[in-house]
């Protein structure tokens, strides 16, 4: 039986639901906007990831090559592209 | 009567008129015509509900060319006002729609559903598919394309057209500035074909990295295919982009937020930055195809593989990269700093080198080749040349210091069609010309074909060599007069002359369909062109199944193998053959989505509430249905397969 029980996905499940309540004590405590945008941005990330592995099964087929160049090359072109708009609108205006 | 007041034109005249008229006369003889021939239930079985990747490839091609001619005709306007200095026979707001609508349609409605139309038809017979990854998926792809052509097209009618540019900078199309219903249509109409377009990009990438025929690494893929690869890897990180914008766009004209007012946080510029983080990757969405076009032809005719394969793929993956790193080249002037611009005027120039490769390497292919002159290749050959006034004038345009000079005059507008006609428009008449005779089992005339090549390749350069010239003199663009002082007024007449004779050529197209259908022979072989590919080894028009049985590839023209070096394409025995089963939801889903956008643009919220409960309702239907496709059996395909082969 407990080669069946779906382990890994449940606390996946209950990691993620962690981590969306972090996210929300930011809306619920005094904090500051630094403070508040870093745990922001750290759920958000680890979260994603999160989903990718455990529930979007990355990693567990033999394509897992292309899966994991892919979302690198996605990840590289979001950088290039929100750190350039930073660039042209923000820091050199 | 006050609820239909909105769907009047806001600026109508004669000439709307008269459309409106045309429009409704030509709905009634299409529904005539079909009843009367009892073709209903025809349209709906092969066409309406397939998902076969052949059949959606050519009504994607069929699309693309009534699309050309609607752009065409923009544009014979276009360069009828300007022919002349003070010219009346357009005033600013009707000459600021069509120049926007132009732009619209010929880059989103023709250029990419021909590029789709090829791929569709193409590919999987390259690799030796029996179809794409989701055949129901590609049919949703095409018919949200299609509606969302069709919801921009009805806008000159109904309600008024966009009239902001294609680029459609805010704050020019927010609210403000842009009253009408126009720009509407335009964040919806797009949002709607865009969407099947990113469809189209997940499909094509499964597709090749999952679907090839046994042996055909991705080393051993036609040019043609590596160009689609590249491109859909494009098309999924671009697109995205241009989805956001054009909900946050939508969001600001329909529902009063900020994203890209003047006022209260927004930021107008932002909307030029995202849309050319889309726009940029999209001019090379519509050249890698058509490289890839070039490739095969050249290769073909020449007589002789691809010169430098490796460094073919290897540029392409490099431009890939780099149209992601260079989009503030398209707004040197929008303010930001010196160090900005040089950072984009350095990525933007290294385009141009791998571009360069590819053209040395066909010029090398050509080079010791016995180059054969068909209609393709002579459309390749007149590519060559010309495509490189359009890329050299983008390296100085790409100088963000002399950007500064040349930028919204009639030299950009001259860059970017001597580099989209000659690169983009010819490659994919040479495609059609090219397989042609795969698609419909004959070819198309070839002496009319060389002529239409000639007037095309010719016309393009008396049409836009002038803009060159007048954009230094300072000739801006968009803009609907100029008067006689300026000494405008011969090159803009040298320039409307060059767009006759494109519509001239564009017409001959027409006409050599037309004659190639009644007299072309039809018992041709199904590698009329002694062709290297594989989707040479089946038979024309190819069977719904493509190949009887699956073809084993060693190297990257397997089919000039079998054929020069007894290398054996298919091996075994018939089996039955497993195929999706037609559906009619794509179409329908469609259907509701071009009501759901319709509803929007007017802001008719109660037909929009129903047409997303719709959509939703379609989406369901599709996750709880039970398709398991069927199976071709053994006796059909040996049936099917020993009539064509009595047929080529
Ligand atoms: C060697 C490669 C190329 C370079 C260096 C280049 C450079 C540029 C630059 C710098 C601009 C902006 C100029 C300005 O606004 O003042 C521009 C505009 C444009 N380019 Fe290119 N380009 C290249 C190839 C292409 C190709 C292959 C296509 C399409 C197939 C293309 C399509 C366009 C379009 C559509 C615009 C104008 C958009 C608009 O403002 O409406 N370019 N190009
Ligand atoms: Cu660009």
Not at chain 2, 452 to 480: C, E, H, K, N
Not at chain 2, 483 to 507: K, R
Not at chain 2, 584 to 613: D, E, K, N, Q, Y
Not at chain 2, 616 to 628: G, I, N, V, Y
Request: charged residues 10%; proline residues 4%.
């Amino acid at each position: 039986m407990s080669e069946l029980f779906p382990r890994k996905q449940v606390m996946g499940f209950v990691f993620s639901m962690v981590l969306t309540a972090v996210a929300l004590l930011v809306y619920f405590l005094d904090m500051s906007f630094t403070a508040g945008m870093t745990v922001l941005l750290i759920t958000a990330f680890v979260q994603a990831g999160l989903q990718l592995v455990v529930f979007m099964h990355a990693g567990e087929t033999d394509d897992k090559g292309s899966i994991y160049t892919n979302i690198f090359y996605g990840v590289v072109i979001a950088l290039v592209t929100v750190f350039g708009t930073l660039l042209i609108l923000v820091w050199d205006m | 009567m006050e609820f239909f007041e909105r769907f009047a034109i806001p600026h109508p005249s004669p000439a709307i008129y008269a459309s409106m008229v045309a429009i409704a006369l030509t709905m009634v003889a299409i529904v005539a015509g079909l009843t009367y021939f009892k073709k209903w239930g025809y349209l709906w079985r092969e066409w309406l509900t397939t998902v076969d990747h052949k059949r959606i490839g050519i009504m994607y091609l069929i699309s693309a060319l009534l699309m050309l001619f609607r752009g065409g005709a923009d544009a014979i306007m276009l360069r009828a006002q300007l022919a002349v200095p003070e010219n009346k026979l357009l005033d600013a707001q009707h000459y600021n729609e069509i120049f926007t609508t132009h732009g619209i349609v010929m880059i989103l409605f023709m250029a990419m559903p021909f590029i789709i139309a090829l791929m569709n038809f193409v590919v999987p017979l390259q690799i030796g598919a029996r179809d794409v990854a989701f055949p129901r998926l590609n049919a949703l792809s095409f018919w949200l394309f299609f509606m969302g052509a069709m919801l921009l097209n009805i806008s000159f009618v109904v309600g008024g057209s966009p009239d902001a540019g294609w680029t459609s900078y805010f704050p020019l199309a927010g609210t403000e500035f842009s009253e009408s219903v126009g720009s509407n249509y335009y964040m919806i109409a797009i949002q709607i074909a865009g969407i099947g377009t990113l469809m189209t990009g997940v499909n094509f990438l499964t597709t090749i990295l999952r679907m090839r025929a046994p042996g055909m690494t991705l080393m051993k893929m036609p040019m043609f295919t590596w160009s689609v690869l590249v491109t859909n890897v494009i098309i999924v990180f671009a697109f995205p982009v241009l989805t956001v914008l054009l909900a946050m766009g939508t969001f600001d004209r329909l529902f009063a937020t900020h994203f890209f007012t003047t006022t209260n946080g927004g930021m107008d510029m932002l909307w030029a930055n995202l849309f050319w983080v889309w726009g940029h990757p999209e001019v090379y969405i519509l050249i890698l195809p058509a490289f890839g076009v070039y490739s095969e032809v050249i290769s073909t005719f020449a007589r002789r593989n691809l010169y430098g394969y490796k460094s073919m793929v290897a540029s392409m993956v490099l431009i890939s990269l780099l149209s992601f790193l260079v989009w503030t080249h398209h707004f040197f002037t929008m303010g930001q700093g010196a160090l900005t611009n040089s950072i984009f005027s350095i990525t933007t120039m290294a385009i141009a080198v791998p571009t360069g490769v590819k053209i040395f390497n066909w010029l090398l292919t050509l080079w010791k080749g016995k180059i054969e002159i068909t209609t393709p290749m002579l459309y390749s050959l007149l590519f060559i040349p010309l495509f490189t006034i359009g890329g050299v004038t983008g390296v100085m345009l790409g100088m963000s210091a002399a950007d500064y000079q040349y930028h919204n005059t009639m030299f950009l507008v001259a860059h970017f069609h001597m580099v989209i006609i000659p690169g983009v428009v010819f490659a994919m008449l040479a495609g059609l010309t090219y397989w042609w005779p795969k698609m419909f089992g004959f070819m198309l005339n070839e002496r009319i074909g060389k002529w239409t090549a000639w007037i095309i390749g010719i016309s393009t350069l008396v049409a836009f060599m002038p803009m060159f010239f007048s954009g230094l003199d300072g000739q801006a663009r968009r803009m609907y007069t100029y008067s006689e002082s300026t000494g405008y007024g011969p090159l803009n007449m040298i320039s409307f002359i060059g767009a006759v004779g494109l519509a001239v050529g564009f017409v001959l197209i027409a006409y050599n369909v037309y004659y190639s259908v009644r007299y072309s022979p039809r018992n041709i072989s199904a590698d009329p062109w002694d062709a290297r590919s594989l989707e040479w080894a089946t038979h024309s028009p190819v069977p719904e199944y493509n190949f009887a049985i699956v073809p084993q590839v060693d190297s990257s023209e397997a089919f000039w193998d079998a054929k020069k070096k007894g290398h054996e394409l298919f091996k075994g025995e018939y089996e039955k053959i497993h195929m999706p089963n037609n559906s009619g939801v794509p179409f329908l889903m469609s259907c509701i989505f071009f009501v759901w956008g319709f509803s929007l643009v007017f802001s008719m919220w109660i037909p929009a509430i129903a047409a997303t409960i719709g959509i939703l309702a379609c989406m369901a239907h599709r996750s709880f249905e039970k398709d398991h496709g069927r199976y071709i059996s053994v006796e059909e395909v040996e049936e099917t397969e020993s009539k064509l082969r009595g047929a080529s």
